[in-house]
């Protein structure tokens, strides 16, 4: 497990409490989940953990990608015109995850993935693609791909290979899951997260408001910046890692700014979407959403000519401010 201390560029850190809460972690989803619960059964505590971490772990059959048997495995597969029944959770993020695409005016987009595979190479470097090939996969995104039927949970197939990857949004759907099992155990007062990087909070430590938790800027060697009182509230993060490469889904391009950004949200899932929108969207338009949104806000840090120290922060919304 990741060093809590030294949280990388996209995660925020969770100020870890005294040891009288309990804390449990769980390896699923390519990730780490950790629960620490304040409850004076810690047996029960455990149960209840633990209980949560299968909701994980049957979350991860149905949504990742490279299971040969999960839903969006099966929908990755499909050809045009096909068309597929599948689960409630694997059918509802994607319902969700077309409702973040319109919020987000394409920033968030989930078939991304051909696009990253354009650029990319097998070690995540830049590649330097045909423009008639980056025309092509921009004519076959977005949400228009997948046409979803309420009524039976079916998808049927508009476009095919698809590269669906749930990754901007199936940890964060995995932790409010997993949040809803903690309340049918009666655990009032807990802090949940998938990877550090989707936070969810709910009660508070040890007869507080709320739960302690900061960001680091990833630009200055991960010095504090921000502490919060998380109080039934989430928090996301993503942020540019070395190798790593970000694609706006609007443009078909790799970013060309260096940035970080964090959102605060009522649910883990729409957080992870919107994190992962701020960092293509422009300021303005990040703006432009939170104050149309009250119920989100951002923190963005930005790298200006390259040059550590030369960053600049922006907050966005009541919450942060």
Known sequence: MPNPSTP????????????????????????????????????????????????????????????????????????????????????TCLQECNRMYMLTGGAFDISVGALMDCWLDKDKKLKNPAAEELQALMQNRGKTLLLLNDADYSVEIKHSPLHIDLGGFGKGYAVDRMAESLAEWDIENYILHGGLSSVRAHGGMSGQTGWPVSISNPFQNYAPLRQFNLHNRCMNGSGLQKGNHIIDPRSGRPLTIQRAAWAFSPDAASGDALSTAFMVMSLDEIGQLCRTHHEFQAVIIEMENAQPGAEKVYYYGDIVQ
């Open 8 to 91: 990388s560029a996209d995660r925020p850190d969770i100020n870890r409490p005294p040891l009288s809460p309990h804390r449990f972690t769980h390896q699923a989803m390519a990730t780490i989940f950790e629960i620490i619960i304040d409850h004076p059964d810690r047996a029960y505590a455990q149960q209840a953990a633990w209980a949560a971490f299968q909701v994980a772990d049957n979350l991860e059959k149905a949504l990742s990608r490279f299971l040969e048997y999960s839903d969006i495995c099966r929908i990755n597969s499909a050809k045009t015109g096909d068309k597929l029944v599948i689960g409630l959770d694997a059918f």
